[in-house]
């Protein structure tokens, strides 16, 4: 599978935790801390940690080998969201932190900053830079980005974080009715 395929498949999931991050934002007087509190992990850890880092870790610097300039052009609007992205993240931590008056409203304008952002970054990303990726990539390439995503994912403890970010995914899908990214059209999510 192509590393833009699994990239594609890991923000799948990312999408369902999203769609449940806007629910929450829906009604700030009923929002449910703890799973807010586990949709932040999530991104932290799943969507930031593990999936952005695929991408400035390996993918952008094998499209820089064949070209791609890093500081302008699409990486370097994928990078400045990637950083806007994370300060979003601290932004609804933070919130989620304190009980003062308006912490929840606080979460809710996060939340959504964070949803329209990653929305519209994914959309970049799966219809402008991985399509621009798969034309520049050999099947060299190709081979050696699938060995180091396999590599990332066999590193001590990323076996036991994965499954606890599918869970926090699934766990909630099923809190707020939201389809799950396995039953989405783009097919299931990788294995490993």
């Known amino acids: 599978m192509r590393a833009t395929e699994v990239l594609k498949q890991e923000h799948r999931l990312i999408e369902q935790v999203l769609d449940c991050l806007e629910r929450m934002a829906a009604d700030p007087s009923a929002l449910d801390r703890d799973a807010a509190a586990n949709a932040v992990e ?48 601290a932004g609804m931590r933070a919130a989620l932190e304190t009980r003062a008056e308006g912490s929840r409203t606080r979460f809710a304008t996060a939340a959504m900053d964070y949803v329209t952002l990653l929305r519209e970054h994914i959309q970049k990303e799966d219809y402008i830079l991985y399509p621009l990726a798969d034309g520049a990539f050999d099947e060299a390439v190709e081979a050696r980005l699938a060995a180091a995503f396999a590599e990332l994912e066999a590193r001590p403890g990323e076996e036991r974080a994965r499954a606890r970010d599918l869970e926090i995914a699934e766990n909630l899908a099923a809190q707020f009715g939201i389809a799950r990214a396995a039953d989405r059209a783009e097919g299931t999510l990788p294995s490993g």
């Open 42 to 89: 999530f991104l932290a850890d799943y969507a930031d940690r593990r999936h952005h880092g695929k991408e400035e870790d390996l993918l952008f610097t094998a499209m820089e080998e064949q070209g791609f300039p890093t500081d302008v052009g699409p990486i370097g609007v994928m990078l400045a969201e990637h950083t806007i992205g994370r300060k979003v993240v």
